[in-house]
C-alpha cells in the first residue's frame, strides 16, 4: 500500500507500482500494489463505518470493497509513507479506517474484548521518509509512526511480525542517497516477499 507524497525528494521510495514490487521478489509472488493518492482513495467515513464490534456492512463505495476483498487474500502487506506530523498521511489513514473494518481484518465479541485478525498476512513491511532526526524522533516524540503500526493497528489486526525502515533526512538528501535508499527499500521488500512466497508454498 503506498500512500505517495508530492515532493521530488520522497518520490523515488514512496511511489510503487506492482511492476517494481515483483522485480523486487524476483518474479516469485503474485503482487497487488495501489498508490492512493493517485487512485483518487476516498479516506473520509460514512456515519454507517464508525461501528468497532459489529461486522462492517458491505461498502457503497466499490474501491473500498475491492480493497477489503484483497487484504483476505495477502500473505504480507506493505506500507510506504512519509512522516507526516508523526501520523501516516490522511488517505491511508483513512485506508486504514475505512479498510480494515470489523469483520474484514478482525473480530471482536465485545468493545472491552481482544481482537482476533482476521488477514492471513502475519508480517508486514512499514517504509517511511522522514524529515527528523532518528534521536529527535525518538527522545523528543517517542517514535509516534512505530506505536501506530508495531503496537496498534497491526498487531490488532494479527500481523505479528512488523519490519519499519525510515528513510532520513529527506530535505538535504542527493540522488546518490535516495539510490541508496532506493536499494535497501528493494532488500527488505525481497526479504519480505520471498519469506510470504515460502510461506504460500508451504500450504496445503
Not at 32 to 57: I, K, N, R, W
Not at 188 to 200: E, G, P, Y
Request: glycine letters at 6%; aromatic letters at 6%.
Amino acid at each position: 500500500m503506498c500512500s505517495s507524497h508530492i515532493r521530488d525528494r520522497e518520490a523515488s521510495i514512496t511511489r510503487c507500482s506492482a511492476r517494481w514490487w515483483r522485480r523486487c521478489a524476483g518474479g516469485a509472488v503474485q503482487v497487488v500494489a495501489h498508490d492512493l493518492y493517485a487512485e483518487g482513495f476516498a479516506p473520509v467515513l460514512s456515519p454507517e463505518e464508525t461501528g468497532t464490534v459489529q461486522s462492517a456492512s458491505r461498502a457503497h463505495d466499490a474501491q473500498v470493497e475491492l480493497h477489503r476483498a484483497e487484504v483476505a487474500t495477502l500473505d504480507g502487506m506493505v506500507f510506504v509513507h512519509p512522516n507526516w506530523w508523526g501520523m501516516p498521511p490522511a488517505v491511508l489513514a483513512g485506508w486504514v479506517q475505512r479498510v480494515l473494518a470489523p469483520g474484514v481484518a478482525y473480530k471482536l465479541g465485545t468493545a472491552e474484548g481482544k481482537p482476533t485478525g482476521l488477514p492471513k498476512a502475519g508480517k508486514a513491511l512499514v517504509l517511511n521518509t522522514s524529515d527528523t532526526p532518528a534521536d529527535r524522533e525518538e527522545t523528543k516524540f517517542g517514535d509516534p509512526l512505530h506505536s501506530i503500526w508495531s503496537a496498534c493497528v497491526l498487531p490488532y489486526v494479527g500481523v505479528a511480525e512488523v519490519r519499519r525502515v525510515v528513510f532520513r533526512t529527506v530535505t538535504d538528501s542527493d540522488d546518490r542517497q535516495r539510490a541508496a535508499w532506493l536499494d535497501e527499500a528493494r532488500r527488505q521488500a525481497a526479504a519480505l516477499l520471498t519469506r510470504s512466497a515460502a510461506v504460500r508454498r508451504r500450504r496445503p
